[in-house]
């Protein structure tokens, strides 16, 4: 449902998917900062449901492969390239950072918990 508002939200018209990619690069986001939260890693069943289920339903991969093959088979090579670039790069680079970030936190987390079995022996 969060999806198909946003679509509503930003229509795709002639032009460039713009919600799409948006879409993909927020979700490829979300689904690399899911290991911060301290709630997913208590969970074994919380990756699974929040990846998979949640954010796999909000981004779309046949949404991307479909708005490319119609910019790709409209003459639009250059936006359809465009597209691809920005929604993989955009992907790769968010979820570097994003990753960077995850092992700050959960290395920190992962020493206050070492620190505080070590003050209990």
């Not at 301290?38 to 949640?54: D, K, N």
């Not at 046949?62 to 691809?84: I, K, N």
């Amino acid at each position: 449902m969060a999806r198909h508002g946003c679509d509503l939200a930003l229509p795709i018209g002639d032009g460039f998917p713009w919600m799409t990619l948006l879409i993909n690069l927020s979700g490829s986001t979300a689904l690399a900062l899911l290991p911060a939260w301290s709630r997913v890693r208590q969970h074994h069943w919380a990756p699974a449901f929040l990846g998979t289920g949640v954010l796999g339903g909000f981004t779309t991969m046949s949404a991307f492969a479909e708005q490319t093959r119609v910019l790709w088979s409209s003459g639009r090579f250059g936006l359809a390239a465009t597209y691809v670039a920005a929604s993989t790069l955009g992907a790769l680079a968010l979820v570097a950072v994003a990753t960077s970030y995850v092992e700050r936190v959960v290395g920190r987390a992962a020493a206050m918990e070492f620190e505080a079995e070590e003050g209990q022996e």
